[in-house]
C-alpha cells in the first residue's frame, strides 16, 4: 500500500474531525510537513497553512517562509504566517532557543485555529519521532506517562503520520518529486532530540534492523497499559489523599501499606513537579521527624508526626509553612510572622499578639500550621493543665468563621504559640533564659 493509501486509510479510521471542517497544518519548508501538506491535498481534505519564521537561520529563515508561500500561491491553501523575535523573548522569559519557539509556535497556531475557527491544529510528527521522544522520556524517568510517546491526538492537536516511518516519507518525497527546504539544525547534534537521532537511533537500528516498528507497537501496547494503570493508581490515591485547605495530608501508616509502594509515591508526587529521583528522598521521610522536607519547584513534602503534607512553597498561601530559623518572616495570606532572636528583655511584652519564647526550649524549623481538632496544649497561667485549642476557643468565645482563620505554632510536635491567643507553659521566659525567640504577629 502506497503512503498516500495508507495515509487515508488511518485518517479515515481515526477520524480526526468532521469532513466539512477545515485543519491547520504546521508547515515549516522541511521534507515532512512538505509530505504532510501533499498527502493532504492529494486526498481532497480542507485545509490551511501555518507557518512561523523564527528569525534563528537568518537568510535561510526567510528562504523557508518563501518557499512555504510559493507552494501555498500555487496550489491555492490559505496561509497563516508570523515572524518571532524568538531569541529576545528567550532572553526575556530566561528560558532555552528551542523551549522559546516551542512555546510561541503552539501559541500562536492555537490562537489562529481559534480566529479562523479551524477544527485541529496538524503536526507532522511521525514513527522515528515517537521512538526518539519515547526513549528521551525512558531516560528521563518520566514514568508510565512517558511510555505512550507521541499521543495522535492532544487537546487540538492532531498527528496523522505517527504511522508512517521516516523512510517512507523519504521514499514518497523522492518517487513523487516533492520539493522541501533542508534544515541545517536538523543535522546538528547540538539539540538532544539531534543526538538521539544521529547517535542513539542508529545503534539502535544496527543491532535491531526493525527497532522503529517494533518500538512503535510496543508504544500503542504502553499507551493501552497506561489506561488500565491510571485507573489503579487513581483508585489508590483515592484512598490516600485528603484534602485540608489548600494542601494535602497523607497519612503515614496507610502509605506504607501500600504496593508498589514506590510507584504509587511517584504518581502521588509527579503533579507537583517531584522527579523520580527525588521519590526515595520522600520514602525516607515516612521514617524521619516532624519538620524534615523534600521539596520541588513549587511544593514541598513535609513529615508531620503521622502525616505527609503536601504544600505549596513558603512565598505562597498555605495551610503548613516551615520556620526555618530567625531573623525571617513568613506570610500565611493573613498575617505576617516576623521572627528575630534577641537578649532577655527587662519587661515581658503584655501583646496578645507578640510571642516570647525562651531560646532553649527551641528547635527548628517550626511549624506554623492551622489548628485541628485534638490540638492540646498547656496554655500559660494555668498551672500546667493541658487544653483543648478547641475548648480554649470556645471559652474566648471566638466566632466560628474566626476559628477557621486561627493558627498554631508547633516544636517537636508540641504547640508553642496559638497565636494571638495563648503561649505554652514550657516555652515562656524563665529566670535561666537568656535569649529569646520574639514573633510578632501584624495582618498583612
Not at 515532512?32 to 529563515?61: P, T, W, Y
Not at 543535522?187 to 537500528?205: G, Q
Not at 508531620?304 to 503548613?320: G, K, Q, S, Y
Not at 511549624?367 to 474566648?396: A, C, H
Amino acid at each position: 500500500m502506497t503512503l498516500l493509501k495508507q495515509f487515508q486509510h488511518n485518517w479515515k479510521a481515526k477520524n480526526f474531525c468532521p469532513a466539512d471542517r477545515a485543519t491547520l497544518l504546521a508547515v515549516s519548508g522541511g521534507i515532512d510537513s512538505m509530505v504532510m501538506a501533499e498527502l493532504f491535498l492529494h486526498s481532497n481534505i480542507k485545509f490551511s497553512i501555518a507557518h512561523c519564521n523564527f528569525q534563528l537561520r537568518g537568510d535561510d529563515s526567510e528562504k523557508d517562509e518563501n518557499f512555504v508561500t510559493n507552494w501555498c500561491t500555487v496550489n491555492k491553501i490559505t496561509l497563516h504566517k508570523v515572524k518571532f523575535e524568538t531569541k529576545k523573548c528567550a532572553t526575556e522569559w530566561k528560558k532555552g532557543t528551542q523551549e522559546t519557539a516551542r512555546i510561541l509556535r503552539y501559541e500562536w497556531f492555537e490562537q489562529v485555529r481559534k480566529d479562523h475557527q479551524y477544527a485541529k491544529i496538524v503536526t507532522a510528527h511521525h514513527a522515528n519521532d515517537n521512538v526518539e521522544t519515547m526513549l528521551i522520556n525512558l531516560f528521563k524517568g518520566t514514568g508510565m506517562a512517558g511510555m505512550h510517546g507521541i499521543l495522535p491526538e492532544q487537546n487540538n492537536i492532531i498527528r496523522p503520520l505517527l504511522f508512517a516511518q521516516k523512510e517512507e516519507i523519504l521514499a514518497y518525497a523522492a518517487e513523487n518529486n516533492i520539493a522541501h527546504r533542508e534544515d541545517a539544525s536538523n543535522s546538528s547534534d547540538d539539540y538532544l532530540r539531534n543526538a538521539v537521532r544521529h547517535k542513539l537511533v542508529p545503534v539502535i537500528e544496527e543491532l535491531f534492523p526493525t527497532a522503529v516498528h517494533s518500538i512503535n507497537e510496543s508504544i500503542g501496547r504502553f499507551g493501552e497499559a497506561e489506561v488500565l494503570y491510571k485507573k489503579a493508581v487513581a483508585t489508590e490515591l483515592k484512598k490516600l489523599l485528603e484534602q485540608r485547605g489548600k494542601d494535602t495530608y497523607i497519612p503515614v501508616l496507610k502509605l506504607l501499606k501500600c504496593t508498589p509502594l514506590a510507584t504509587i509515591c511517584y504518581e502521588m508526587l509527579q503533579p507537583y513537579n517531584f522527579s523520580s529521583a527525588q521519590t526515595e528522598q520522600v520514602l525516607n521521610l515516612l521514617n524521619s521527624e516532624t519538620g524534615h522536607y523534600v521539596q520541588s519547584a513549587t511544593h514541598r513534602v513535609i513529615k508531620n508526626r503521622d502525616f505527609l503534607v503536601i504544600t505549596t512553597l513558603p512565598n505562597e498561601t498555605a495551610d503548613l509553612i516551615l520556620i526555618e530559623g530567625a531573623p525571617c518572616t513568613v506570610n500565611n495570606g493573613i498575617h505576617n510572622f516576623n521572627c528575630a532572636i534577641i537578649d532577655k528583655p527587662a519587661e515581658i511584652d503584655a501583646d496578645p499578639n507578640v510571642a516570647l519564647i525562651d531560646m532553649k526550649q527551641v528547635t527548628f524549623p517550626l511549624i506554623l500550621r492551622k489548628w485541628k481538632t485534638g490540638d492540646y496544649f498547656y496554655p500559660i497561667g494555668m498551672q500546667m493543665k493541658k487544653k483543648k485549642v478547641s475548648r480554649v476557643l470556645i471559652n474566648e468565645k471566638v466566632p466560628l468563621h474566626e476559628k477557621e482563620n486561627i493558627w498554631v505554632i508547633e516544636c517537636d510536635k508540641r504547640i508553642v504559640w496559638l497565636t494571638g491567643m495563648r503561649l505554652d507553659e514550657r516555652f515562656k521566659i524563665k529566670n535561666s533564659t537568656t535569649q529569646v525567640l520574639r514573633i510578632k504577629m501584624s495582618l498583612v
